[in-house]
């Protein structure tokens, strides 16, 4: 068996960043241009808009692009702020919520706290539109997010949601130091839990409470999620 040198290795190790650096940049210098992707009814005219939270820093930018895009179409659009995260002091939601009522906009806001990745913001978001009787067909969704979060955001809210529901993604610039965190840590523990899940590759669509429970035995950030397991055993009781 031959072995490279650590010359080659770096070589490689080098190349491989740089074409990291070049795909985000590329998403970045896109969405300049193609403010949204999905369907365009659900871009111009949604019935919710859906902040996917992150860290402090990444939601506010989200939440600032969301704000922006309401007050320049006029939208009265219902908006769903989802995201739990590791903080036991404030849930992403909670902090996006805060950033949004400064602005003093009519909308109606709805918050999701249990998410804690883009699986668990569709299916959550889902979750709470249903628990409102707001989960009808035909509703136009548009999920707001970072620039690099787009194509990925739409594969699992259109998985999540299904083919009743229309459903666009719009993307926020984000600030090029956290993009290069963040969106290299995402892409290989969403990649790791899709393959773990194993839900979005079957011939028939599954349904919502098999999804939940997979995310309870098998999404490492999910399992002994004890708190969600007895919040979904009293609504079914």
């Keep these: 068996m031959d072995y490279i040198s650590q010359d080659e290795f770096t070589k490689v190790f080098t190349y491989a960043d740089d074409l990291q650096t070049a795909i985000i940049k590329f998403y970045e210098e896109w969405y300049q241009d193609n403010p949204f992707h999905g369907d365009k009814d659900a871009y111009k005219d949604p019935n919710f808009v859906v902040v996917l939270g992150s860290n402090p820093h990444t939601s506010d930018e989200r939440i600032h692009g969301a704000v922006s895009w309401i007050q320049q ?5 219902k908006v769903v702020l989802t995201g739990g995260g590791f903080s036991s002091a404030q849930t992403e939601a909670q902090h996006m919520s805060e950033v949004f009522a400064s602005f003093k906009l009519p909308n109606t806001v709805f918050l999701e ?3 804690m990745d883009t699986i668990g913001n569709a299916w959550f978001s889902k979750n709470l539109l249903r628990q409102q009787g707001l989960l009808l067909p035909n509703t136009k969704i548009l999920v707001v997010t970072s620039c690099f979060h787009v194509i990925r955001s739409l594969f699992f809210f259109k998985q999540i949601f299904g083919e009743d529901f229309l459903i666009a ?8 130091g956290s993009i290069d965190t963040v969106s ?4 290989v523990k969403e990649y790791n839990s899709v393959q773990s899940l194993n839900i979005f590759n079957q011939e028939t669509p599954q349904d919502d409470q098999d999804i939940l429970l997979k995310l309870l035995q098998n999404h490492d950030l999910y399992k002994n999620r004890y708190d969600l397991i007895r919040m979904f055993l009293k609504k079914s009781l």
């Design 73 to 77: 179409s006029s939208s009265k659009a």
């Design 113 to 115: 706290n249990y998410a």
């Design 169 to 176: 993604s719009h993307g926020v610039k984000t600030c090029t």
């Design 184 to 187: 290299s840590e995402e892409m």
